[in-house]
């Protein structure tokens, strides 16, 4: 029998990330904790390597290996490079907040690094079940992130939330891809997207049961209404660090599985699939933006926030068209580059003891430290979509991709629920500028590294609000290809 030798230079990063998560989990054994830094710093060299690995090997060609359940592709390239930017912040971001509860420890990169593996497969799958492997390895990593501060009985109830939450939507994903692989005799995304062209009308009623499975299945790992139970809970629970790090990269590769899955995999089903996002949009951009409304802490109000944003994503993929995909993957981005500055500043404010996660503690923070104020009112205003920053764009594509389609009445929803979910974010600008704080309670010195990392996340939503062709134009060249 001969065995033909797969190309393993597409899967190169991985295979670095891999080694380098195994090299760190053995040396950080050997470590005593006052030289938890040199883990640090490998887990960040990791990402750096991974990143120059990427764009070495980038191209305009699409690339299958290991018998075609790995593609390398513009849109895998891009994702990959957009999630070890994020990931980067997030780990510098942490750091700190780890250090003052005395929870430094290796586990935390580790594990993220391992959870990063987990959305680069992902990000690369061909096949049903490489997507269910790198979903996997990403799940598990974040409930033990979730579980990570043991002391802590708010992250120990929250990560069982999420665990038996997720390990419900795992199933409801196997079982449809179950009857999926049972009606197209395969696994190989492109090999069900041609047969469910070919297929006849008559296999399209078990075909739409096995989709229903799915797309509930991703709107639970999305965290969409109804199925969003667990995300204000999970947020509010978990340690901001890994509150930060679950918010952020991880929705990157959300975006990949929703490519993957149902525009590539299930494409012709889109009729199908398509008037289920609309529901789901509808509902979560409702939901969402109202509750936020109502909350007091940071952490909830980011929560419900998200579950706003993910019904904009789903604008951009029911639109069906390059420009939707486009438009969809511009906002993810954007989103997570934006979220990952907006925690940053709870940790920011946040000091041994205390946590900065309510709205109170951002009042009168232009008195404290105006540049830092500066920098939040960027970040808010582009989550809120308000012009010259990068989030307005980013709700305009989408917005314009969705009328382009025909969804004119969705579009109009859409602002409507934008003007809605302008009010919370904007409460926060008045009580940074316009409230007097509730103690005089000093902004603690983070170092140049961490306000260096504040201010050019905030600087690069502007910047990005400014020339939004950049990112844009990207987005089409990762579609396209």
């Known amino acids: 029998m001969n065995f033909e030798i797969p190309a393993f230079l597409p899967a190169v990063p991985e295979m670095f990330v891999l080694g380098m998560a195994c090299l760190i989990l053995v040396l950080d054994a050997f470590l005593p904790d006052s030289r938890r830094d040199v883990t640090y710093g490998l887990v960040q060299a990791t990402l750096v390597g991974a990143a120059v690995l990427t764009f070495w090997l980038a191209g305009p060609e699409t690339q299958l290996t290991f018998n075609g359940t790995f593609i390398a592709d513009p849109m895998s390239d891009v994702l990959k490079l957009a999630m070890y930017v994020v990931t980067f912040f997030v780990f510098l971001y942490a750091r700190p907040y780890l250090r003052e509860r005395d929870i430094y420890k290796g586990e935390f990169y580790v594990l993220g690094l391992f959870a990063v ?56 994903l196997l079982y449809g891809l179950s009857m999926i692989y049972g009606m197209t005799g ?19 009623v078990p075909l739409v049961f096995g989709l229903v499975f799915v797309v509930v299945a991703v709107a639970f790992k999305l ?105 969809a993957m511009f906002y993810i981005i954007v989103y997570a580059l934006t979220a990952a500055g907006g925690f940053g500043m709870i940790i920011l404010l946040s000091s041994r003891g205390h946590e900065a996660d309510q709205l109170d503690d951002f009042k009168g923070l232009a008195r404290r430290n105006p540049w830092f104020a500066f920098m939040m009112l ?38 409507i629920f934008s003007i809605i979910g302008a009010f919370y974010y904007l409460r926060v600008v008045k009580l940074m500028f316009f409230d007097d704080p509730v103690e005089e309670r000093a902004v603690i010195d983070r170092g140049g590294v961490f306000a260096t990392a504040i201010s050019v996340n905030g600087l ?22």
């Open 378 to 415: 960027l970040l808010l205003f582009s989550m809120a979509g308000v012009p010259p920053t990068v989030g307005f764009f980013a709700k305009l594509a989408v917005i314009q991709a969705a009328i382009g389609a025909g969804y004119v009445w969705l579009g109009v929803y859409a602002v």
């Open 460 to 481: 690069a939503v502007l910047f990005l609000g400014i020339f939004p062709g950049l990112l844009l134009t990207l987005s089409h060249y990762a579609v396209a290809g």
């Open 223 to 327: 965290g969409a209404v109804p199925f969003h139970m667990w995300v204000p809970d999970v947020y509010d629970g978990a340690p901001t660090a890994v509150t930060l790090f679950i918010a952020t990269a991880p929705k990157i590769a959300g975006f990949a599985l929703l490519m993957r899955l149902l525009v590539e995999g299930l494409g012709p089903l889109h009729g199908d699939w398509g008037g289920m996002l609309v529901v789901l949009a509808v509902l979560s951009l409702a939901v969402g933006n109202v509750i936020a409304i109502a909350q007091t802490s940071l952490k909830r109000m980011f929560a419900y926030s998200t579950i706003a944003h993910v019904g904009f994503l789903f604008m951009g993929i029911l639109a069906g068209t390059e420009t939707g995909y486009a438009s």
């Open 186 to 204: 395969s696994l190989d995304i492109a090999t069900v997207a041609a047969a469910l062209t070919a297929a006849d009308e008559g296999m399209n």
């Open 117 to 172: 593996l987990g959305m680069m497969v992902m990000i690369s799958a061909h096949n049903f079940l490489t997507l269910y492997l790198g979903l996997e390895l990403l799940a598990l990593t974040s409930y033990a992130l979730v579980a990570f501060w043991r002391d802590s009985q708010r992250a120990s109830e929250a990560a069982m939330k999420y665990f038996i939450l997720g390990a419900l939507a795992s199933g409801l």
